[in-house]
């Protein structure tokens, strides 16, 4: 069994680079502070005994010989990036969990048959950088290492000057090809209310959710709102309005593992007195099934048409997003489910509704997902929040399920 | 009659002053560019034989002495301060149009018994210093010298420093009760395409709406788009679009002479998957009728109950300003009707949508304008414009019902 005072020790600690007055962490991608952060990960799994590599987009593995090293690794992680006002668990607990699966089998002095790696992908979070997922992406092949690298943040900083300025330009090959995995898993606060309105402590992760994102525009016309009598308007607001209400609508007809969120709105010119006469809105669809995906797309095309053509205005509807539904690996997922048992915690089959970068990994290599609890639902806050015990439960199950992939 | 083209000349030439590349005009109340524009009325109306004085809120009186000129004077007028992004027409229309009838009675030779008066009030578009119609409030009474001249913009500027540096903090009192009007005619573009659409040259306006502004609030709870389900949201945003909606509903149901906008919209965090947190968005009710308006007004505060005890959300609504409708005076009204009648113009009877600052002289004294189309209704727009023939024409109506109120 695993140490949770440990696992909570490092969780404070690793908080501790980048923490914020209020409590929370901000530790941008490839910044001098995430630097800070991966040189604590890296000492640590040293004097735990591992080999560490750093890959060519700058996920950093740290290897835990096992019998027969020629055996692709069991391999678990995650992030150490955080949101601008991020916590100090997102991620974080991931890769603090891996590491401290490698001390309570030194501890135990068991060695697997199989290496175990503990790995921390590179931008995760995608606030400095996109595409979100970045490091997994690369090392799963969604896109190319060269795209990735000729990104810019805001200050016009690529990528690739990023990680040679923190030192983490490493050589091994960023590639699930050239370094195979043999089993992955990811432990994760869940970063929604499901398991805690269900009084469950560990989620079993089946799957993740497929999703669209979309851009629409509604290009109405700018009028004084005194003077313009209401027959004579086009009002951009009232067709986005309708639309925001429609998202939801869509959703809710195809629950129960579905979502529709417009979490963006931009009015023009947004002027008390003035009517709007060009609105700018995000869409978010998500859903288990991608038939369900395609459904509410549709649904979601036809519901502009619909609205557009009542308001005489025009909308156009852009996706700048796609990722299809993931299902984990059934075999994994029932070693999760197994282990939950086992060990009397409640437990409860959830999918995720959010990217990780074992969604990443599942297109590559058998991969599954523990969820524990964390305060509210609330992640991507300062206010971030989890109970030692939760963390210390899920680790345990983690412990478990790479023992049963790797072999004693 | 009056000089078509020598009223356009002029407007073309005031239009010189803060003309903006796109053809527009950007002279914000009380910089140095109203100075000049201020100074090249002042000289104009000098020119035409014109006293002048300022008064301490720095409404500008140019006045053309009667026969008997003990009368309480016949004014007429507008404002010469403009939107940062504002047209040749509003407001310099109306002053110029005054000039115009004074130029046009001097070539004639004509002597009125009242003498007239032709106004250029301070501040009329609230741009740079609230509130609008901040000189003609002053003089009617709506609030007081020492509030207005208190009032800062962006810099920190007050009011009364800027007067001082333009050199217009006048000495006469800013008070109807001291300087009593005999009557208020104001020619000015319509701002809206009531006119237009209906191929009619004169509007002649009745009254204006009474408006009530509010400010609205939606208090959810921000999380997660991905993980979170949608039977487990607080979404801002969803109540906040049924809100819009609410309100054009209203609108429409209080018809004909009733307005509805939400022009302005705050969405927090408003990042595209994260579901919005809190919404604070503008209400703008009109009406004609204070009883409509006060109906509006109760139908706003039910929809706010009920959308928010649907949605399990707080709402907080707050009235921000309150103007009741305005009748102008039937009498003066008439005037205008029949001037436009006589000289074989198009005209319709017509409502301003708007707030001008013949509304505040309406408090004071009797009160009445005239509108002429502009194109498309467009206003607070460098691409403002209005044709020729309809500004003559307008003014011609200006100096009829002017000449007939002061007797000749
Ligand atoms: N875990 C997470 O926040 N991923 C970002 C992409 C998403 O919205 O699912
Ligand atoms: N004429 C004008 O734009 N007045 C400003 C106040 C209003 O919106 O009516």
Redesign the pocket.
């Known amino acids: 069994r695993i140490d949770g005072q440990r696992l909570w020790d490092s969780l404070m600690q690793l908080a501790q680079v980048g923490a914020t007055p209020k409590g929370g962490v901000c530790r941008l991608a490839l910044t001098d502070l995430d630097r800070q952060g991966r040189d604590l990960f890296t000492r640590w799994a040293r004097e735990a005994g591992c080999e560490v590599r750093v890959d060519a987009i700058g996920n950093i593995f740290a290897r835990r010989r096992g019998r027969d090293n020629a055996l692709p690794p069991v391999t678990t992680g995650s992030h150490i990036d955080t949101q601008p006002t991020g916590g100090k668990f997102d991620g974080n607990y991931g890769v603090l969990a891996g590491l401290e699966v490698v001390r309570a089998l030194n501890d135990a002095g068991v060695v697997t048959e199989a290496p175990l790696e503990v790995a921390v992908w590179t931008n995760e979070e995608g606030s400095r950088f996109v595409p979100v997922m970045m490091g997994s992406g690369v090392f799963a092949d969604a896109f190319t290492l060269e795209h990735a690298l000729a990104q810019r943040d805001n200050d016009g900083v690529s990528v690739s000057d990023a990680l040679a300025a923190i030192g983490y330009a490493g050589s091994a090959p960023a590639s699930a090809a050239a370094s195979p995995v043999g089993a992955y898993f990811e432990a994760h606060i869940e970063q929604g209310p499901v398991l805690e309105a269900n009084e469950r402590v560990i989620g079993v992760v089946e799957g993740a959710l497929g999703q669209r994102w979309y851009d629409v525009v509604v290009q109405g016309m700018e009028a004084?709102?005194?003077p313009t009598p209401m027959e004579l308007r086009k009002d951009a607001l009232l067709p986005a309005s309708e639309l925001v209400i429609e998202v939801n609508r869509i959703a809710l007809a195809h629950a129960p593992h579905a979502r529709g969120t417009v979490g963006w709105i931009e009015n023009y010119p947004n002027s008390r007195?003035v009517i709007p006469g060009r609105v700018r809105l995000s869409v978010d669809l998500r859903a288990a099934d991608d038939v369900v995906l395609s459904a509410m797309d549709a649904a979601l095309k036809e519901a502009v048409q619909r609205i557009a053509a009542k308001a005489k205005v025009e909308m156009t509807v852009e996706q700048v997003v796609y990722f299809p539904p993931q299902p984990f690996t059934p075999k994994l997922v029932s070693a999760v489910r197994d282990a939950a048992q086992a060990q009397g915690l409640t437990w409860m089959n959830v999918i995720s509704g959010a990217g990780h970068d074992a969604v990443y990994l599942a297109r590559v290599c058998p991969a599954a997902m523990i969820f524990v609890p964390c305060l509210d639902g609330i992640s991507h806050n300062e206010i971030e929040d989890a109970q030692p015990e939760h963390l210390e439960a899920g680790c345990n199950i983690l412990l478990q399920a790479m023992l049963q992939s790797a072999g004693v």
């Open positions: 004084h709102a005194g007195n």
